[in-house]
């Protein structure tokens, strides 16, 4: 059992070389490429954000939970996003609004005091080409990259995103 187990690990060695990059949905994956526009027109990027410790966040205006969410990462992003976390050069929040009304968003952004420049949506809704990419279900939802668009979390909640950012903090500081 072993023996086959070891030769298939060769063997996908042989077909996957070390250094490649696998773009994909799961843990250890490269996250793929986001492209949209903020509330103000300009095309925003993903793969800008390299280098930092990344959430990538899908909410929307009209969804409760999303709101009373985004009082906390508001917080934690204050508390870490000029602070070196591990290899990463702060901590920032890439946004995605599955919103209909630009109106609704934009005031939403404001009113709940969401500071990072990072909020694109394409206003399709449940149609958001990125949360369909993403294979978006339920809002709120959330994907932690670190600082080379590696996927390392997955719906994190609050206190167990600021357990991670903490722990990776601390280990900077070492």
Same mark, same amino acid.
């Given at each position: 059992?072993?023996?086959? !187990?070891?030769?298939?690990? !060769? ?33 925003? #990027? ?5 280098? /930092?410790?990344?959430?990538?966040? !899908? ?10 969410? #985004? ?13 070196? =976390?591990?290899?990463? +050069?702060? &901590?920032?929040? &890439? @946004?995605?609004?599955?919103?209909? +009304? ?7 952004? @404001?009113?709940?005091?969401? =500071? ?15 949360? /369909? ?21 997955? #719906?994190? @909640? ?10 990776? +903090?601390? +280990?900077?500081?070492?």
């Amino acid at each position: 059992m072993k023996q086959g !187990f070891f030769l298939a690990v !060769f063997l996908i060695s042989l077909v996957i070389p070390c250094n490649a990059e696998i773009t994909g949905l799961q843990l250890g994956n490269k996250a793929p490429e986001i492209a949209m526009q903020n509330p103000e027109g300009v095309l925003l #990027n993903l793969k800008e954000w390299q280098g /930092k410790l990344v959430l990538i966040d !899908f909410w929307a205006s009209w969804c409760a939970p999303c709101r009373k969410s #985004n009082k906390k990462l508001a917080a934690l992003y204050r508390q870490y996003m000029n602070k070196p =976390i591990g290899k990463a +050069q702060g &901590f920032d929040i &890439f @946004s995605i609004s599955l919103d209909h +009304q630009i109106n609704a968003w934009k005031y939403a952004i @404001s009113d709940d005091e969401l =500071i990072w420049k990072g909020h694109v949506s394409d206003l399709k809704g449940w149609e958001n080409e990125a949360a /369909k990419r993403y294979q978006i279900e339920a809002i709120p939802y959330n994907i932690l990259i670190d600082e080379k668009g590696i996927i390392i979390g997955k #719906n994190l @909640s609050e206190m167990e995103l600021m357990l991670l950012l903490k722990e990776r +903090q601390e +280990q900077s500081a070492n």
